[in-house]
């Protein structure tokens, strides 16, 4: 068969662990329907962005990462990508926390936050290097019963989730260390359609065994959430990337399929 749908797919190359992204993302596009045809990119600047359908912001360093997109000229197309066109956006680890709308344990003036996820994560929340983990997380939306083992290295926590209606910078205004995203408005109404109006569904908790006490979190008697999906935008706080498993990649692609051919019909009736 002769594809008939061609969907890029950008991997932020900034900095931190983007190949091992690209690998996995080539490897479970092959199980997937062969009228899609998949592009797999690395992005570093603005003409890179523009090609993209989807993206998928890798784990490394947020702070750096910020910095160097600013640099670059890239964190407003960044935060236009996600926010103003909602592209499907994937942040695992440092990504996800430049795609909440608040990050807390966070220097002032040395990191920006991309937005798109209404919740608060503390970064570092596990402690250094040195207290990384692996752990088998069960996640349901995968549809099987099988452990996904998720990498945590120096990971952050959603220890928030924000009502959707609240601006996230009044709420982090009152917080020292908390830093919040600037709001944006979806571009029109196809990209509104693609906004979720609604709250952030949880994908996934760590067992909770693995508590590890801090004052003031919503979800300590269930287990942290580690895993956030809201309109367009999905968040991991562990490196999918890091292991053989290509359960998650081939799940979030076929989701981007499903957008991108419901954008597609949507542009082509107006
Ligand atoms: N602690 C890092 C940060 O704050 C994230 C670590 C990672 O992506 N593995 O950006």
């Known amino acids: 068969m002769t594809p008939e749908l061609l969907i890029t797919v950008g ?22 329907p062969k009228y899609v045809q998949w592009k797999f990119i690395e992005v570093r600047d603005v003409k890179a962005l523009s090609l993209c359908d989807a993206l998928i ?7 750096t990462m910020s910095l160097v997109a600013e640099r670059s000229g890239l964190l407003e197309p960044l935060r236009e990508f996600v926010k103003v066109y909602r592209k499907p956006t994937w942040g695992t680890c440092a990504g996800m926390i430049l795609l909440a709308e608040e990050a807390n344990r966070t220097k002032k003036g040395g990191q920006e936050l991309i937005g798109g996820l209404d919740v608060r994560v503390r970064r570092n929340h596990f402690g250094s290097q040195t207290e990384s983990f692996s752990t088998p997380l069960d996640l349901p939306f995968l549809g099987d019963k ?5 990498y945590f290295i120096r990971a952050p926590v959603v220890e928030h989730v924000l009502p959707p209606t609240t601006p996230a910078s009044a ?48 979800n300590m008697a269930e287990g942290r959430i580690v895993a956030v999906e809201q309109g367009n935008c999905l968040g991991t706080s562990f490196h999918p990337e890091l292991g053989r498993d290509v359960r998650i990649h081939k799940w979030w692609l076929e989701g981007v399929m499903d957008k991108v051919e419901r954008k597609r019909a ?4 107006r």
């Open 11 to 32: 991997v932020l190359a900034l900095q931190g662990a983007f190949s091992e992204h690209l690998q996995l993302l080539k490897q479970a596009s092959q199980s997937l």
């Open 146 to 150: 099988e452990p996904f083992y998720g």
């Open 171 to 218: 709420l982090a205004a009152n917080t020292a260390d908390t830093i919040a995203a600037p709001s944006k408005k979806p571009i029109d109404e196809i990209a509104a359609s693609f906004a979720s109006p609604d709250e952030v569904r949880v994908l996934g908790r760590l067992p909770v065994s693995k508590l590890t006490t801090a004052p003031g979190d919503d």
């Open 57 to 63: 912001i890798p784990g490394g360093e947020s702070t």
């Open 266 to 269: 949507m542009e082509r009736v």
